[in-house]
């Protein structure tokens, strides 16, 4: 079975994105760059991958999830695709007019349990807080790039979601001299 995991940046303080839902406090630049344009190339846009002159490898993740409020900023600079490479599930609980390779959900847990027990690659959890909340049973790994700032508020890594403490088994930890620190966790019979 593939494993559903949450790859995203994250503050100290556990936003993945400002109030207003912008992320241009996370650094781009930085030496821990080489782990989000190599190893995690599949998690950049098609637009990212024409600028920086290179194919997706395809060889981590074959999905992307995402809720409706992440798509967004893409269909605000006109991309109706992001991830043309993946297959793009995108959860919304209204009917949505979407580009003809987006795949709309209203249960994306559902969703997501069927898409575990086919075969293929990892499923990237692109986010945001409130449908990485609701998948949070579903999460087999999780890969915080967490980086040196506080926010203060902003959109939580879970969004709203219950208190439900569920223990996660840290495997790896990498340290950057950007002040990245890149967490890698497991869940519990995954590690
Ligand atoms: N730091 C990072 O790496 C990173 C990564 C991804 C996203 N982000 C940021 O996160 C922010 C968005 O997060 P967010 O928490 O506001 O929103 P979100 O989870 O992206 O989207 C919320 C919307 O998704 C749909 N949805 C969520 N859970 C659902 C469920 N259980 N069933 C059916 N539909 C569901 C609903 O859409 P409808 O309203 O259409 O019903 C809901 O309003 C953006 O600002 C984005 O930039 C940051």
Not at 71 to 85: C, N, Q, R
Not at 117 to 145: F, H, N, Q, S, T
């Amino acid at each position: 079975m593939r494993n559903l995991v949450y790859y995203v940046a994250v503050s100290v303080d556990g936003y993945i994105a400002d109030p207003t839902g912008g992320f241009d406090a996370f650094l781009v630049e930085g030496d821990h760059a080489s782990v989000v344009f190599g190893e995690y190339a599949d998690a950049l846009p098609a637009h990212a991958h024409a600028a920086l002159g290179i194919e997706p490898p395809k060889t981590r993740f074959d999905t992307v999830i995402m809720g409706w409020n992440t798509l967004t900023p893409a269909l605000d600079i006109g991309v109706a695709s992001p991830y043309p490479h993946l297959r793009q599930v995108v959860a919304s609980r209204r009917p949505r007019d979407v580009d003809p390779a987006i795949v709309l959900t209203d249960d994306p847990l559902a969703t997501v349990r069927t898409m575990k027990r086919e075969d293929g690659l990892d499923l990237w959890l692109c986010g945001g807080g409130e449908l990485a909340g609701a998948l949070l049973p579903e999460i087999d790994r999780l890969v915080l790039k967490r980086n040196p700032v506080a926010f203060g508020s902003g959109i939580p890594l879970f969004g709203s979601a219950p208190y439900e403490p569920r223990a996660f088994a840290l495997t790896r930890t990498r340290s950057f001299e950007s002040g990245v620190v890149i967490e890698e966790y497991a869940s519990p019979g995954r590690a």
